[in-house]
């Protein structure tokens, strides 16, 4: 049975939200509810690239996390696009293998930083004289010298247009690089030593293209005494001895046909081409001798511990000289040996 009340209508029950009122409300609006949600949207979107902002920051200058090193010391410190290495180089090291392999392709930006000196024996005499040596600690970007027996040497650098102890570096092929003992013999085949396609550096060197896979390999712009550059210096040393002596055009070629048959540098172990030669300057040996240390190169005796051998070699210098020497004994780097020094040499590699 229906009951009604005094005015004969039937009750109503209303229900009254008072929580989230506002919520109803905007439900109950649908152009106020997409106003708030397209602010919610715009709210998330500055939200989000906001935090990407701070992402790229940080990373911009933490920006890698994948860290190597290599068997030669080298730190390598990747991302998606390019690489960063740093690698301390011992400038004593003649064409030092750095471990470091690019491709063809690759772009570097190569910079260095750190000091030299190319005579530690000068080093050492200035100590023992209490004075301050000659030649002065020099940075990645070398030093110039104007005398005669630097400008006479400089020939016969690696860069011969280059100052010396600048900072040098060429890729090499991994079945070249330098890890065996005899590696220098490679110029008379690769020459990679000699006629490689090498990159001067200094201190910085951008956007350098590589043209060849292969691992980085560095040096100070110095001579290597290669067989071949041995046998230049040796020919240029003796010509330069006899210009001196102002012997005429005939006799100087007539000497030098001679000399040549003799295979120039050459020598046996019976001796027999220090006696021969010897035999072929009898007039003008001691003019020779005299004049000796006046070229450009300035080379020394041949060194010797044996007294017997010492005092031939003495008296067949400049025929038999430290350069005869060195060529006998195969020793490739005499004049890397008295190199003291490091460079930090930090490298991009865009892939």
């Known amino acids: 049975m229906n ?16 929580r989230h009122k506002q919520l109803f409300d905007l439900l109950n609006h649908p152009n106020e509810m997409w106003k708030v949600l397209f602010s919610l949207f715009l709210i998330i979107v500055i939200l989000f690239i906001g935090l990407a902002f701070v992402v790229l920051a940080i990373k911009r200058i933490y920006p890698y996390n994948v860290i190597e090193t290599n068997l030669q010391g080298a730190s390598i410190v990747k991302n998606e696009d390019k690489d960063v290495i740093y690698w301390l180089f011992n400038s004593a090291d003649l064409w030092a293998n750095s471990g470091i392999e690019v491709k063809e392709g690759d772009e570097l930006t190569i910079r260095a930083s750190g000091a030299s000196y190319t005579a530690i024996h000068h080093l050492v005499a200035a100590s023992k004289d209490n004075k301050i040596p000659e030649d002065k600690w ?3 970007e070398g030093q110039r010298k104007t005398n005669d027996r630097d400008l006479e040497r400089g020939k016969y650098r690696i860069s011969p247009t280059s100052v010396e102890g600048i900072l040098l570096m060429q890729v090499i092929p991994s079945s070249f690089q330098n890890n065996s003992d005899d590696w220098l013999s490679l110029d008379k085949t690769k020459n990679f030593l000699v006629n490689g396609q090498i990159e001067i550096i200094g201190k910085e060197r951008r956007n350098l ?9 560095f040096a100070v712009n110095d001579i290597v005494l290669t067989d071949s550059i041995l046998e230049l210096m040796y020919r240029q040393h003796i010509k330069e001895v ?20 003799l295979g120039c540098v050459d020598r046996d172990k019976d001796g027999l081409f ?18 000796a240390h006046n070229t450009g190169l300035q080379l020394g005796y041949y060194p010797s511990d044996t007294i017997e051998i010492a005092e031939r070699a003495h008296n067949a210098y400049p025929i038999v000289n430290e ?5 006998q004994h195969r020793f490739r780097d005499p004049w890397y040996v008295d190199n003291i020094g490091s460079f930090l040499i930090v490298i991009e590699r865009k892939r």
């Open 3 to 18: 009951q009604k009340n005094e005015n004969g209508q039937e009750p109503k029950v209303e229900v009254v939200i008072k």
């Open 138 to 140: 020099v940075d990645t």
């Open 274 to 291: 220090l006696d021969s030669l010897i035999k072929l300057y009898p007039t003008v040996k001691e003019a020779i001798k005299k004049n």
């Open 242 to 261: 006899v210009r001196l002596d102002k012997l005429n055009s005939s006799d100087t070629t007539s000497i030098f046909k001679k000399f040549d048959k």
């Open 323 to 327: 350069l005869v020497y060195y060529k």
């Open 209 to 217: 293209r590589v043209s060849q896979n292969g691992i980085l390999h």
